[in-house]
């Protein structure tokens, strides 16, 4: 069975992590999105300025739905932001889309982690679909157990590779908004903290999502050298 007497130990300390990590950051994104900064700038507003001041003008924002739906799209080389983030006035607000506008900041840098992580997109999102089947049919055809689990190992350590680069290309655009938006003057000193909070949570759900991976790969390690 896929789901042996190991899988609850690797599953259970992910699953609790990244369960954690969603409630740390709903509960940081609800209290600072009700937080107004003195300035009193949108987030589109704040992102059009930090982009413009790095060259970056003619660089679209879009509104788009959801809720914290918030992403820069590299291929299209544009921002495109929660219609709560584009309007809001909050620290939340602010503090995420100075983030988006960092990827946009790394990306103009050449952020060598960012462009490791976009030539890796293909390949995970291929790995995503295909480990699971490549598992289970190790488990259909048993003679070929070794091999297929071997292959699955394979595949999943991209995603896993993936999820380990994610994290310094996040943690950096944090600390490119931190900076821009106290440069640039959009949030005060005294607001620093907030913005750092909301953005900390938002790195924990990455953080959650390596720690899933690296654990289900180990899973696979143990399942390979069982058989």
Known sequence: MIFDQWYLVFAIPGLILGLYAQFKLKSTYSRYV????????????????ILDQAGLSGMPINEVRGHLTDHYDPTKKALFLSSENYHGHS????????????????HKAAYAPLKLRMWMVPAT?????????????????????????????GIFA?????????????????????????????????EQGAVSKVL???ALTYVAAMVTSVLTLLHLITMARRH
């Open 200 to 202: 900390n949570a938002a």
């Open 125 to 153: 999102q291929f790995a995503s679909m295909a480990w699971m089947g490549i598992l289970l049919a190790g488990f259909i055809f048993q003679a070929l157990f070794p091999l297929f689990i071997n292959i699955a190992i």
């Open 158 to 190: 991209i995603i896993t590779i993936f999820q380990v680069v994610t994290l310094p290309v996040e943690y950096n655009a944090s600390s490119r908004a931190k900076e821009q938006l106290l440069r640039l003057g959009l949030i005060s000193n005294n």
């Open 91 to 106: 620290v939340a607000a602010l503090g995420v889309a100075a983030h988006e506008a960092g990827h946009a900041l790394q």
């Open 34 to 49: 009700q937080q107004p900064t003195a300035r009193g700038v949108t987030g589109a507003q704040a992102a059009r300025q």
